[in-house]
């Protein structure tokens, strides 16, 4: 492990938090999108999907671009660990990207026919829902460990080693917030009747959420002993209880700004500092882990000249999506006219 280098140690933490970085912002800004498209079960009115699918028309393709940011840095920048990882999670991975394609479709087709229109709207319900379980399935089964053979470099696990009770819990919490993230996204861009129906159903959506973070908190640190160590370790339990106490000040403040009728960005914003910080809390766990307690980020990672080669082109390609990401939110602010849109 390259600690002692100078060089390779901060080019390693670099590409760390640049997939970290890819992945938190996939988790926020495609995870409105998801939580929406499962919000849509609840909503039968036709012209009520209408806007709620034109409030994301304008950025939901591109917000996956992350994701292939996150996907595509993991196997150049830390190869062993992609080698490790994507056999023991192959099945949900899958799962995940089958139900994005099918999804996209669904968004498309639903636009192209009346006939056929609920058929679409099931399936963009359904991908919406495999993405979003497949994802926290995916997370809770790295979290909980992989078994591998470290001398021969290989996943030693079997089929369904991923699929067990946390795993799946982390699955379900995972849908959860995506609605919620969903729910106060309408609150912010929508007005009305749908508004006043999404500031409820946030309002639930956020004590099931929280009830999550802590069963998901509470159970985590149990899985490894460096779990534990990490969070109720000598002083570090003031840490653990510092953060419960910050997402629960968030959470105060979504709950609260929820109830003021003119009060529609701050639930959203309250939101994201929610997973913002889960995201955070996660990753101070698994920290310098890649596979968690197995495989550090220093012994995955790729040679020193490729991490070189390939920051260059990152210091480039992500203040690129940054802008054009940040540009599209910014012309598409502010509510939906029910009578434009995507068509």
Not at 199 to 216: D, E, N, S
Not at 309 to 321: D, E, R, S
């Amino acid at each position: 492990m390259p600690i002692a280098d100078g060089v390779s140690f901060d080019l390693t933490v670099i590409w760390a938090f640049v997939i970290a970085f890819a992945v938190l912002v996939y988790v926020v800004l495609d995870g409105f999108d998801l939580g929406l498209g499962m919000l849509f079960a609840a909503e039968p009115e036709s012209d009520d999907r209408d806007l709620m699918m034109n409030s994301v028309a304008p950025v939901w393709d591109g917000n996956e671009t992350w994701l292939v940011l996150g996907g595509g840095g993991l196997f150049a920048a830390f190869p062993l660990a992609y080698a490790l990882i994507l056999p023991a999670i192959y099945a949900p991975i899958m799962a995940m990207l089958l139900a994005l394609i099918f999804r996209g479709v669904a968004f498309e087709f639903r636009w192209r026919t009346k006939r056929w229109r609920r058929v679409w709207d099931l399936a963009f319900i359904g991908g919406s829902a495999m993405a979003a379980l497949t994802q926290g399935i995916a997370l809770g089964a790295l979290l909980q460990g992989i078994t591998i053979d470290k001398p021969a470099r290989s996943y030693a696990g079997g089929w369904w080693d991923w699929l067990t009770p946390f795993s799946l819990t982390v699955g379900a919490a995972v849908m959860v917030g995506y609605m919620l993230l969903g729910a106060t996204w309408l609150v912010m861009k929508t007005e009305g009747p749908l508004q006043a129906r999404m500031r409820r159903r946030a309002w639930m959506l956020g004590v099931v959420t929280v009830g999550f973070m802590g069963l998901v908190s509470l159970w985590t640190p149990f899985l490894q002993d460096g779990y534990y160590s990490r969070w109720f370790g000598g002083w570090n339990i003031v840490l653990a209880a510092g953060v419960g106490a910050a997402v629960l000040a968030l959470a105060f403040g979504m709950f609260r700004t929820l109830m003021v009728k003119h009060h529609d960005y701050w639930p959203f914003l309250f939101a994201l500092g929610m997973f913002i910080l889960a995201f955070a809390g996660l990753g101070y766990s698994m920290f310098p882990y890649i596979v968690p307690t197995q495989i550090t980020i220093w012994e995955a990672a790729a040679p020193r000249n490729s991490q070189i080669f390939m920051l260059v082109g990152a210091a480039v390609l992500v203040p690129t999506i940054l802008a054009y990401t940040a540009y599209s939110y910014w012309v598409f602010r502010g509510k939906m006219d029910p009578n434009e849109g995507y068509h």
